[in-house]
């Protein structure tokens, strides 16, 4: 494999405090109060507006605010409450020395996914950071992974693997033929990546060097 595409949340950091954090804000204003931060764990991962509908029955409209809100928080304070998975730097540094072109694909506006990686220092692995629009014209995985594969000159499909926690990394690696690595330290379950048909399941980092290791 000549290109690995990571997913952000739940594959290269652990956001569920800033993610949470910034959804139980939005919520407030909805006059929606939870506790628990592990009831919204399912936001992670799927589009932020989308979840707000299916998870909490706002139209779109008020999906649409809540959104804001969430931003309002995430892109103050959300951002950096974040943790780095360990293993991380050591996979990335890998694949680097071995010369593999490694970008990122994730459903988070690119902007904030920009400075995540800055602020972590990942950045210089990356020969390229794709993210969803906030305009929401680029927001599903499937378009930020054409997205991507575009900028990088659309490789063949037999030489990409998409690495990430949840169903909609897999299904949308597989829908464009690309070699898909599910991982169960992120947010997602062996049963939900087995479902959708991921290549490889992995529970560490460091084992994505040991399926492809030439």
Do not use: W
Request: avoid cysteine; hydrophobic fraction near 40%; glycine fraction near 8%.
């Amino acid at each position: 494999m000549q290109y690995y595409l990571f997913d952000l949340d739940g594959t290269l950091v652990d956001p569920g405090v800033g993610i949470t954090s910034g959804v139980q804000y939005a919520l407030k204003h909805f006059g929606i109060e939870v506790e628990d931060r592990r009831q919204l764990y399912p936001f992670i991962g799927p589009p932020l507006l989308d979840s707000f509908m299916d998870f909490f029955n706002l139209n779109e409209t008020q999906a649409h605010e809540a959104v804001d809100y969430y931003r309002e928080y995430y892109g103050v304070t959300g951002l950096f409450e974040n943790t780095v998975y360990p293993g991380i730097k050591t996979v990335l540094d890998q694949l680097k020395s071995q010369g593999k072109m490694i970008a990122l694909a994730t459903s988070k506006p690119e902007v904030f996914a920009e400075r995540i990686l800055a602020h972590y220092q990942l950045t210089d692995y990356f020969d390229y950071i794709g993210g969803a629009t906030f305009d929401g014209v680029r927001s599903h995985k499937l378009d930020v992974i054409r997205y991507v594969l575009q900028a990088l000159g659309n490789p063949a499909s037999d030489q990409v693997v998409m690495v990430g926690d949840r169903k909609f990394d897999v299904l949308s690696g597989n829908q464009l033929s690309l070699t898909t690595v599910g991982v169960l330290y992120g947010y997602g379950s062996q049963a939900e990546l087995q479902a959708v048909k991921a290549d490889y399941i992995i529970k560490q980092p460091t084992e994505l060097l040991q399926i492809f290791d030439q």
